[in-house]
T-cell receptor, first 114, second 116 residues
Framework: GENVEQHPSTLSVQEGDSAVIKCTYS??????FPWYKQELGKRPQLIID?????GEKKDQRIAVTLNKTAKHFSLHITETQPEDSAVYFC?????????????FGIGTKLQVIP | ETGVTQTPRHLVMGMTNKKSLKCEQH?????MYWYKQSAKKPLELMFV???????ENNSVPSRFSPECPNSSHLFLHLHTLQPEDSALYLC???????????????FGPGTRLLVL
């Protein structure tokens, strides 16, 4: 089955600096890679996603890059703010026979220090 | 925030109790999921339902029993749980096509379960 490795598990940055979180996956059939942000006591919420036919996607301060050959994708947050502090999860998804197979990374706890 | 709802939000139960978790999605999706979220572990996919049919059971113990009466509702029936089953149980939904296109999952707020 699919295996998704995510690192680092914790990350502390100064406000205004950039943060990068990396994930690798094993199943070459995975073709959709969402990133979720989960604040303390709240549900995971989608912040950005990328499909396998795209190499990079950006939405304001957040960007995701995908290297299909190496089977890794990364989340980039620039100009970090204290409200970016949360746990971030990557996922690798493939549509198999009309239903989705989903594997999540272990999560990265990001702390932005004011 | 109201697309996927879960009740109850918090639940404390003894090992001999029977309880049920409820999930409802208002997004018109055709697939629903149960996840278990424990500290220091990845989100664990428990069950998947597509068009009300269970399509995945990831070796979940039989003390967890899912039910999907229609494409908008999903239940997780709990009986004779163990303390290690204490966790956050998250429901999610998505739209799945037969064309091989994977779509975003939307999560409910979760039920925080404590088994004593």
């Amino acid at each position: 089955g699919e295996n998704v490795e995510q690192h680092p598990s914790t990350l502390s940055v100064q406000e205004g600096d950039s943060a990068v979180i990396k994930c690798t996956y094993s199943d070459s059939a995975s073709n959709y890679f969402p990133w979720y942000k989960q604040e303390l006591g709240k549900r995971p919420q989608l912040i950005i996603d990328i499909r396998s036919n795209v190499g990079e996607k950006k939405d304001q301060r957040i960007a995701v890059t995908l290297n299909k050959t190496a089977k890794h994708f990364s989340l980039h947050i620039t100009e970090t703010q204290p409200e970016d502090s949360a746990v971030y999860f990557c996922a690798a998804i493939r549509n198999s026979g009309g239903y989705q197979k989903v594997t999540f990374g272990i999560g990265t706890k990001l702390q932005v220090i004011p | 925030e109201t697309g996927v709802t879960q009740t109850p939000r918090h639940l404390v139960m003894g090992m001999t109790n029977k309880k049920s978790l409820k999930c409802e999605q208002h997004l018109g999706h055709n697939a629903m999921y149960w996840y278990k979220q424990s500290a220091k572990k990845p989100l664990e996919l428990m069950f998947v339902y597509n068009f009300k049919e269970q399509t995945e059971n990831n070796s979940v113990p039989s003390r967890f029993s899912p039910e999907c009466p229609n494409s908008s509702h999903l239940f997780l029936h709990l009986h004779t749980l163990q303390p290690e089953d204490s966790a956050l149980y998250l429901c999610a939904s998505s739209q799945v096509s037969g064309a091989g296109v994977a779509e975003t999952q939307y999560f409910g707020p979760g039920t925080r379960l404590l088994v004593l």
